[in-house]
């Protein structure tokens, strides 16, 4: 069966010619029918691949990217309502039967996803699961399969192909794990890879190198890429073409550049606003745009007008009476909106300028001394005899820094790097081994249960995913008023009104006190998480990774939102984020975090700015920029942070660092340096800092 | 690996010790006297004075039981009370016509179980499925002395295709007569089948539902394939713990099981062990039950170890 089909599709290429799309989406439509009604999830989508072409998919959640992905796959759930047509090299997909389109899957179209932890089958060795396609797919004898499968490894950047293949997935760090994941997807020289979100789980330097894997492909196969993403920085980086959908719509297709420079529609201008920018040349810092509202529910069906005309600044009665269809701009360049020659870069609002940063004047707000935690205990050879075998789980070693009233310390740093330990012990979840805590000038206990109201007040936290940290159970009011009964003296009527204030405060009004938390979006869930940690008035609230899990335009709402709570409370933060734009943007000093070890300290411009610490610079490096232009700087880290419970005989950044020197970094601790201009920025290196400077200088280091 | 084995071995040697001091201490709570049990009702206080002294029953119970756990630790487990023979050749043959039994049942609920189980997994909420849950939840409400008799009357009082009776000559083996095994195995097999059966279903269910499923799927292999390399192997890890669970309940199985069909048995001969208030042979019975309770906890942690590659036994 499998020959069969591949021998037609062939023929129908051969008949057709060269100017055929490798991919063609046509009007593509997907209707789930769930227990509670109807569900749009793709409405009308159509655009094209070429062969050797990167099409890039953006758009925030809901709007149906992935379904889209899955669809071209001929893999959805349940028994949806498709319309429209993908046609694959003019053949329609539609028209395949199940045997013809499973010789189709991971032959001539594979896919990449956005978990490889759990996209990877956790009883078997990777080795097998490449080799499974293979043998499915190519007629090969044994050795050769197992000499291609050695092959495909190499390919995506791993070494030692052997005993790769022999691991498991848990034995592979996430980026391995993704890379493997490619080369299954590679097995038979897709002509379309699709690629579900493949790095939004990494790291930002494996992210980058995963980019650089894509972006090598894209010159060594002739196939056409599909890659979904939310991240607009990282489709700028690697996409010729990119494509934006909005509740189901293909809204707007252009060539990379032209769609960073021009947009030409609406929804596209309002995601670029969102994302916080590196500081323009003249110095001027815009708040964050936000887009407001939600994406047109799904569940609609569609009314015969802009879907977007409820969020669209632009919006006329023709918007809401008539359905856009997508209109050429230009050659290559397509709006689905009425009025594209209106739209404009500064369409979001007037670009206000945000007030200038606190001054540190007042005594510190809360004061890290020293900070140090083991998880565990020494490891002897036979449980209670014998030698040491296994140190304990380093999580942080001699963490300092200083939160001033109404600032913000942001900390940066990879998974594994102690970000998250060093915001639990400030709340006191984590009892600390050494180091002080000084809240105010007092001395702060451990633990939280040693710790007064007073102080317990004073310090709150919020969570990356506000679905698993508001108990589900119980509705926004109960999440609202229990700080407030625990931390205030007042009376049930005043708590009442104050939490209604508070959520106002954070964008809702009063009707969602009695909502479930499951009710609502997750940037909602967010906004009630914020204003529960309002609630006692804190004088520092902890914020780790509070945006990761949020669509840009949610992600510039709660960034605004605190931003207006600090101007207006004085409130200090620490914002803990792997995302460099971001803490970039909220930040006023930074610290950077190496497996539990600060590597460098000050305040924000100085750290993002040269010289820097090597690792600041590779975490600069890796993270990417929404702009096609920007020209990437070709630093990269391989590996990952060093096992927890590795000890450091010299620098703790040695095994990975570019722009190490020599054995004094394996064999030395390396000094604290302070630089001249400004006594607070230190960096823990060898090198002279004069050096660093003149090095990140001339590599090309547009940090900003 | 050698760690993990010291270390669990060393365990069910502490269980053990604690199960045999439990033991000894219900039996002496226990109403009734052996003596009185030996010589039957018409015995004089001299003739129990002289049992009790032969037993070495007018000794205090700490002492006795001292006494029993050094044989016990020397290989020695004592005479039977009643039987005056070493219980070791008391219990032998009955341990090889429990484990008889006990293996047909595992042979025949376990694959099967497991079989049907992915079957229906995979047709999940197809009529079929519907009427195999149906099937397999009447089967675990049921208890064996029900299903037992409800078996004999089928298809031995109505069809009479098959004895109701297991009971054997004494010396002989059942396999000599496979069809006086049919009717135990199939009642022991029941509840054993349906929760083993139900356990591989829900997972099943489960792993189809993963995302590595889905890879397995978008790499074209056939559904055959997926289910075999992907979907089983994952699916039963979970089970493999229920089935260790229900060797337990399947000892408990076997003690009624027997007794219904008067099959000379461990499980027949511990309620006689009771009822004679024997307590070396109680003892012994007891610790073989723990024992086996035990061990196949830890074969199970094993072939755990062995099946997912993610956990290591230390």
């Known amino acids: 069966m499998a020959t069969t089909t591949t021998v037609m599709l062939e023929t129908t290429t051969a008949a057709d010619g060269a100017e055929q799309p490798l991919l063609k989406v046509d009007g593509l439509s997907v209707t789930f029918f769930t227990p509670t009604g109807a569900v749009h999830a793709v409405r009308d989508a159509s655009f094209e691949i070429k062969r050797g072409e990167v099409v890039g998919l953006v758009g925030e959640s809901g709007c149906g990217k992935s379904t889209m992905a899955y669809a071209i796959m001929g893999y959805l759930p349940g028994e949806p309502e498709v319309g429209g047509a993908v046609y694959l090299d003019g053949q329609d997909m539609a028209e395949l039967g199940p045997a013809e389109l499973r010789a189709l899957r991971g032959n001539r179209v594979a896919m990449v996803y956005q978990d490889p932890a759990l996209a990877l089958n956790p009883t078997m060795k990777v080795g097998l699961q490449i080799l499974e396609a293979i043998s499915e797919h190519l007629t090969l004898d044994a050795a050769q399969a197992a000499e291609r499968m050695a092959e495909l490894i190499e390919s995506v950047g791993l070494p030692d192909p052997e005993r790769i293949a022999e691991s498991y997935p848990h034995q592979l760090s996430g980026g391995q794990q993704q890379r493997i994941v490619i080369a299954m997807a590679l097995a038979c020289d897709p002509d379309l890879l699709l690629m579900d979100e493949p790095t939004t789980g990494l790291d930002v330097t494996t992210e980058a190198t995963i980019l650089d894997l894509v972006a090598d492909l894209k010159g060594r196969v002739n196939a056409g890429i599909l890659y979904v993403s939310h991240n607009l920085g990282v489709v700028a980086r690697i996409a010729d073409r990119v494509v934006v959908m909005y509740a189901g719509q293909t809204v707007e297709e252009a060539p990379v550049r032209d769609l960073f420079k021009d947009p030409r529609h609406p929804y596209t201008v309002g995601l670029l606003s969102c994302v916080p920018k590196p500081v323009a040349d003249t110095g001027a810092v815009t708040r964050l745009q936000s887009i407001r509202g939600s994406v047109f529910p799904s569940a609609q069906s569609d009314p015969g007008m802009c879907l977007f005309s409820d969020r669209c600044p632009m919006a006329t009665d023709r918007c809401t009476s008539e359905a856009p269809t997508p209109a050429s701009v230009s050659d290559s360049h397509e709006s689905r909106c009425f009025y594209p020659d209106d739209v404009s870069t500064d369409l979001w609002d007037e670009l206000v300028e945000r007030e200038a940063p606190h001054e540190n004047g007042k005594e510190p707000t809360l004061t890290v001394k020293g900070l140090h935690r083991v998880y565990g205990k020494w490891q002897r050879k036979y449980l209670f005899f014998g030698p040491k075998v296994k140190p304990p789980v380093r999580a942080v070693e001699n963490v300092d820094f200083e939160v001033g009233a109404g600032r913000t310390v942001g900390i940066v740093g990879e998974s594994g790097s102690g970000k998250s330990t060093v915001a639990r012990s400030i709340v006191g979840l984590v009892p600390r081994d050494e180091g002080d805590l000084e809240l105010r000038g007092e001395d702060l206990p451990a633990e939280a249960d040693e710790r007064n109201a007073d102080q317990k007040a004073s310090l709150r936290m919020v969570f990356q995913n506000p679905t698993s940290s508001l108990n589900p159970k119980l509705p926004v009011r109960h999440n609202i008023l229990r700080p407030l009964q625990k931390f205030t003296d007042m009376t049930a009527s005043e708590r009442e009104e104050r939490a209604c204030e508070l959520l106002e405060s954070v964008g809702l009004d009063a009707s969602y006190m009695d909502r479930q938390p499951l009710q609502l979006s997750g940037g909602q869930q967010q906004r009630v998480a914020l204003a529960a940690a309002f609630a006692g008035d804190p004088e520092l609230i902890v914020a780790d990774e509070p945006v990761s899990a949020l669509d840009v335009s949610v992600q510039a709402q709660v960034l605004n939102l605190l931003e207006d709570h600090q101007r207006e409370k004085g409130t200090s933060y620490v914002f803990i984020s792997h995302d460099l734009g971001v803490v970039r943007y909220v930040s006023d000093e930074i610290v950077v975090l190496y497996a539990g070890h600060v590597a460098e300290s000050g305040p924000a411009e100085d750290v993002l700015s040269t010289p820097s610490h090597p690792y600041t610079e590779a975490l600069l490096s890796a993270a990417p920029v929404p702009d096609p232009d920007a020209t990437p700087t070709p630093i990269r880290l391989g590996g990952s942070v060093p096992k927890q419970h590795e000890q450091f005989k010299g620098c703790f950044f040695a095994s990975r660092c570019p722009r190490k020197i020599g054995d004094v970094c394996d064999n030395t601790p390396p000094p604290l340096q302070t630089s001249p201009g400004s006594p607070t920025h230190e960096i823990h290196c060898h090198i002279p800092l004069e050096e660093l400077a003149r090095l990140q200088d001339s590599s090309v280091a547009t940090l900003g | ?314």
């Open chain 2, 1 to 314: 690996m050698t760690r993990f084995l010291v270390r669990r071995i060393s365990l069910i040697v502490v269980t053990l010790l604690v199960v045999s001091t439990a033991i000894f201490a219900i039996t002496e709570i226990l109403p009734g006297d052996v003596a009185q049990m030996v010589m039957g009702q018409g015995a004089t206080e001299q003739n129990l004075k002289h049992i009790r002294e032969t037993l070495g029953l007018d000794r205090p119970a700490p002492v006795r039981y001292l006494d029993w756990i050094g044989g016990v630790v020397r290989g020695d487990m004592g005479h039977s009370f009643v039987q005056k023979i070493p219980v070791t050749e008391v219990i032998e043959p009955r341990l090889a016509n429990s484990l008889i039994l006990a293996a047909f049942a595992f042979l025949v609920a376990v694959p099967s179980a497991v079989a049907i189980g992915v079957w229906m997994g995979v047709r999940q909420g197809s009529k079929t499925d519907h009427a195999v849950s149906v099937g397999s939840l009447v089967a675990i409400s049921l208890p064996e002395f029900v299903t037992g008799v409800l078996l004999i009357i089928v298809f031995s009082s109505f069809l009479g295709w098959l004895p109701s009776s297991s009971a054997i000559l004494p010396g002989t083996s059942p396999l000599t007569r496979p069809l006086i095994l049919v009717l135990p195995t199939l009642t022991l097999t029941g509840v054993l089948f349906a929760y083993i059966m139900r356990m591989t279903r829900a997972n099943v269910i489960e792993v189809l539902n993963t995302q590595y499923v889905r890879t397995a799927v978008l790499k074209g292999l056939p559904m055959r394939r997926v289910l075999l390399r992907h979907v089983v192997p994952n699916a039963m890890l979970p089970t493999i713990s229920v089935i260790a669970v229900n060797m337990g309940w399947m000892l408990g199985g076997l003690i009624i099981v027997e007794n219904v069909f008067a099959y000379p048995g461990l499980g027949q001969l511990l309620l006689t062990a009771i009822n004679t208030r024997d307590v070396p042979l109680l003892q012994t019975l007891a610790l073989i039950i723990a024992g086996t309770y035990a061990l196949s906890n830890l074969v199970a942690d094993l072939s755990y170890g062995a099946l997912d590659p993610r956990i290591r036994l230390t």
